[in-house]
Structures are given as structure tokens and as C-alpha cells.
């Protein structure tokens, strides 16, 4: 028999069937069914499982096969680095990281960063390299009063520069292969660049190019951690570092009553009567020149010879060109010509000379109280002594000397 609205989903042999056969044939469709629900199910739960990092639970064993670099995002979950880590390959589920890690203050704690690791791994094992501080790669820490150069001492030892400790950070092993990026690229970029895209702030932009090139970066890095991407080439760690830092310098925190308030340091410099970049510039000297407690002093004198024309006569500049630490400078040195003679020259140097802390900043900005004309160390402790005079600048130019301060 045939209709027009027959599906012909059976043939005719199919719909005859003995009475025997549909009972078993009832049974083989459900048991179809029930595969095909179980299936769709399934996939099902693993999509949503690897989506939330939730229920599927697959798991790799030992310690992983190939070398592979992740990153874990700043203020991540125990249970986003474990998605990101079976994103990358490392383990097979991000179940199988969180089970292991669950309770382990290392890995709630963990440092936002670079990380190498495995591919393959089990969720133990993944668990026990990451929180490795060893396994963390490309961090740099930048302290005050660092400059881009290096720092040669008196005994001909070498205190790395920015530049190098960016240089070293950017050093990562995979599978055997090293790749660096050498201090004399991070130059070349440093001095060519455009510096708008290396992230330095708009405020900063006029000043930087009227700069030699050679140090028109200068201070504009200024002191943190940093975390950058190894294997990355010059300009992008240069940009990687200068943005976090244009960031930094967009939230400065300032003492406050109750605690601490973040200003742009545009906005913190607006009384000052200087431009944010000179104030940028002063920082970076009170950090050469001074210790934290006396930041504010040095930086009341710094505004008092800036306001009579007198000359800044700071040792810290003359040897900023010189590629030294702060040390006694001679007649020699101080009667050598150049832009950052600040014996010889008024007003600020052409740049900043190094980079400036968070207290450096907030002490450029916020002066003492105080007309104090010269400053020297007077002690081993590095404490300094103030006077209005130089008559009183030169008692206590003996008295130091008398101490042992230098």
C-alpha cells in the first residue's frame, strides 16, 4: 500500500514483521536511543566541564614532555590557572590542577607572571612546577635610584642597569633553545623608538624629544616589579615596562589621612611650579643623593637653589654621566664640561638621572618646610645635615668627616 504522505522510513519488508521480532527490534532502537543521549550528554559535560573547569575530570601522568611558556593573569583563581594551564597543554583538565591544588597557599598566593612549564603533565606535578620559584621567568625589580646604564664601582665590579636587568629577564630555555635579547638592541630602541608607542606618557613627550637620545628614557622607568615576556624583542619589553610604569606614575600614592590616596603625577606636581617631567627630574636626584627619610629635605634644597639661580652642585650628576655610583667627586671631575655639570651648570640636568621610588616622587611634589641651602652626609648611617649657611655647611662638612662619613 502507498500514500502521497508516506515517509517510506521502512520498507515493506520492514513493517511485515513476525510478532516474534518486534519485541526485539522495540529493544535495539531504545538501546540506540539511549547511546545517542549518552553521548550528547557527555560531550555535553565535557564542554561545560572545560568552560567552568568544573566535572570532567581527565588527568595526565608524571612529569610532562615538552617545555611550553604561560601566563598567569594578576589576581587569578586557583581555578583560572587551571584552565589556562589545560589551554596550553599542561594538564589534561583544569580539574586535575584544582584538585591538586586545593589547600596550597603557594598556588592561592601565586606571583602573577611568566611561567615555564610542561606540556603533559599531571595535575600533581603541574602543581608542584608552578609554585617552583624557579619555574617564574622574565621578572624584573627595578629599585630607585637605578639608571639604563650600568653602574661601575670603585673595585671594578659591575652593578647591572636597567637596560641589562631587562636584557637578563628576557632570557627563556625552551626545549633546549635559548633565546635573548642583547642589552645593545634594548639601546638602539631605546634611542630610535617612537616613544608614544613605547608608552611614555603624553606629559613626558615634549621634554623626551629635546633629550639626547642616549638618555631620553631616562627615569621614566621608574621603581617596581615588572613582569615581562620572554623572548620578547627590545621594543616590546622596553613597551612593556614604560607602559606598567606610565601607569604607575598615573597613580602615585601619597599619604593621606586614614591611609594612602593615588594621584597623576600631572595632578600632584599642579602647585609645585614645575612641569610633572621636572618633577619627575627632582625625584630621580633625591633618590641619588639621599636617603627615604631625608627625601624631603634634600628636596626643599633642590627648590631653594632652583629659585636663587644658585647652582645644584650635586655629585650625583656629574657622576651620572660618568657611569658611577654616588662617590666623592674630584676638582677634575666638577671642572669637566657638560650638560649634567651641575656644578658648573644652573638649573636641572638635561633628563632625569635614575629611577625614582614612589617616596622620591611624593617628596619632589611635597617638599619640607624649610630654607635650607646645603646638605651633606653626616653620618654612616647616611643621614644627611641641613644648613641655611655655608658657613654652617662647612661645621658640618668637619663634623662629618670627623664621623667617618667619607
Known amino acids: 500500500m502507498s500514500h502521497e504522505d508516506d515517509l517510506d522510513l521502512f520498507d515493506a519488508d520492514e513493517i511485515d514483521e513476525s510478532p516474534e521480532e518486534k519485541p526485539r527490534r522495540t529493544w535495539q532502537i531504545w538501546a540506540l536511543v539511549a547511546v545517542v543521549v549518552l553521548l550528547?550528554?557527555?560531550?555535553?559535560?565535557?564542554?561545560?566541564?572545560?568552560?567552568l573547569g568544573v566535572g570532567y575530570f581527565g588527568d595526565y601522568s608524571g612529569d610532562g614532555d615538552g617545555d611550553v611558556l604561560?601566563?598567569?593573569?594578576?589576581?587569578?583563581?586557583?581555578?583560572?590557572?587551571?584552565?589556562?594551564?589545560?589551554?596550553?597543554?599542561?594538564?589534561?583538565?583544569?580539574?586535575?590542577?584544582?584538585?591538586?591544588?586545593?589547600?596550597d597557599d603557594r598556588i592561592?598566593?601565586?606571583?602573577?607572571?611568566?611561567?615555564?612549564?610542561?606540556?603533559?603533565?599531571?595535575?600533581?606535578?603541574?602543581?608542584?612546577?608552578?609554585?617552583?620559584?624557579?619555574?617564574?621567568?622574565?621578572?624584573?625589580?627595578?629599585?630607585?635610584?637605578?639608571?639604563?646604564?650600568?653602574?661601575?664601582?670603585?673595585?671594578?665590579?659591575?652593578?647591572?642597569?636597567?637596560?641589562?636587568?631587562?636584557?637578563?629577564?628576557?632570557?627563556?630555555?625552551?626545549?633546549?633553545?635559548?633565546?635573548?635579547?642583547?642589552?645593545r638592541d634594548l639601546q638602539q630602541a631605546a634611542a630610535t623608538a617612537d616613544p608614544a608607542e613605547l608608552g611614555v606618557p603624553d606629559w613626558a613627550l615634549p621634554a623626551v624629544a629635546k633629550a639626547d637620545p642616549a638618555h631620553r628614557l631616562e627615569g621614566l622607568i621608574v621603581a617596581g616589579v615588572y613582569d615581562v615576556k620572554p623572548?620578547?624583542?627590545?621594543?616590546?619589553?622596553?613597551?612593556?615596562?614604560l607602559t606598567a610604569s606610565a601607569a604607575t606614575l598615573s597613580a602615585v600614592r601619597v599619604p593621606a589621612p586614614g591611609g594612602e590616596s593615588t594621584v597623576a603625577?600631572?595632578?600632584?606636581?599642579?602647585?609645585?611650579?614645575?612641569?610633572?617631567?621636572?618633577?619627575?627630574?627632582?625625584?630621580?636626584?633625591?633618590?641619588?643623593?639621599?636617603?627615604?627619610?631625608?627625601?624631603?629635605?634634600?628636596?626643599?634644597?633642590?627648590?631653594?637653589?632652583?629659585?636663587?639661580?644658585?647652582?645644584?652642585?650635586?655629585?650625583?650628576?656629574?657622576?651620572?654621566?660618568?657611569?658611577?655610583?654616588?662617590?666623592?667627586?674630584?676638582?677634575?671631575?666638577?671642572?669637566?664640561?657638560?650638560?649634567?655639570?651641575?656644578?658648573?651648570?644652573?638649573?636641572?640636568?638635561?633628563?632625569?638621572?635614575?629611577?625614582?621610588?614612589?617616596?622620591?616622587?611624593?617628596?619632589?611634589?611635597k617638599p619640607a618646610e624649610g630654607t635650607w641651602l646645603y646638605f651633606v652626609k653626616c653620618d654612616k648611617d647616611g643621614n644627611s645635615c641641613f644648613a641655611n649657611t655655608q658657613a654652617e655647611h662647612d661645621a658640618n662638612v668637619r663634623k662629618a668627616r670627623d664621623a667617618g662619613a667619607f
Request: some cysteine.
Open 70 to 103: 604561560v601566563h598567569v593573569q594578576d589576581g587569578a583563581s586557583t581555578k583560572a590557572i587551571g584552565s589556562m594551564l589545560a589551554d596550553a597543554g599542561v594538564v589534561r583538565s583544569a580539574r586535575a590542577f584544582v584538585n591538586a591544588a586545593s589547600g
Open 231 to 241: 623572548g620578547s624583542d627590545a621594543r616590546e619589553l622596553l613597551k612593556t615596562v
Open 40 to 51: 550528547l550528554g557527555g560531550g555535553a559535560y565535557y564542554g561545560v566541564g572545560r568552560v
Open 108 to 183: 592561592a598566593s601565586l606571583h602573577p607572571g611568566y611561567y615555564v612549564m610542561k606540556t603533559a603533565m599531571s595535575g600533581r606535578a603541574a602543581e608542584a612546577r608552578i609554585a617552583d620559584p624557579a619555574s617564574r621567568v622574565g621578572n624584573v625589580q627595578i629599585q630607585g635610584g637605578l639608571q639604563l646604564s650600568d653602574l661601575h664601582n670603585p673595585d671594578n665590579s659591575v652593578k647591572s642597569g636597567i637596560l641589562s636587568l631587562l636584557a637578563n629577564a628576557s632570557c627563556v630555555t625552551l626545549n633546549g633553545k635559548q633565546t635573548c635579547t642583547q642589552v
Open 265 to 365: 603625577l600631572p595632578a600632584l606636581s599642579k602647585d609645585t611650579g614645575l612641569t610633572p617631567y621636572q618633577v619627575l627630574q627632582v625625584a630621580s636626584l633625591i633618590e641619588r643623593e639621599a636617603i627615604a627619610s631625608d627625601f624631603a629635605k634634600v628636596s626643599r634644597v633642590t627648590y631653594n637653589r632652583l629659585a636663587v639661580g644658585m647652582p645644584l652642585q650635586y655629585d650625583s650628576t656629574i657622576n651620572y654621566e660618568l657611569d658611577r655610583p654616588l662617590i666623592a667627586t674630584s676638582d677634575a671631575d666638577r671642572n669637566r664640561a657638560g650638560p649634567y655639570n651641575s656644578y658648573q651648570n644652573t638649573g636641572l640636568p638635561p633628563t632625569p638621572i635614575s629611577s625614582p621610588s614612589q617616596a622620591a616622587l611624593v617628596a619632589a611634589a
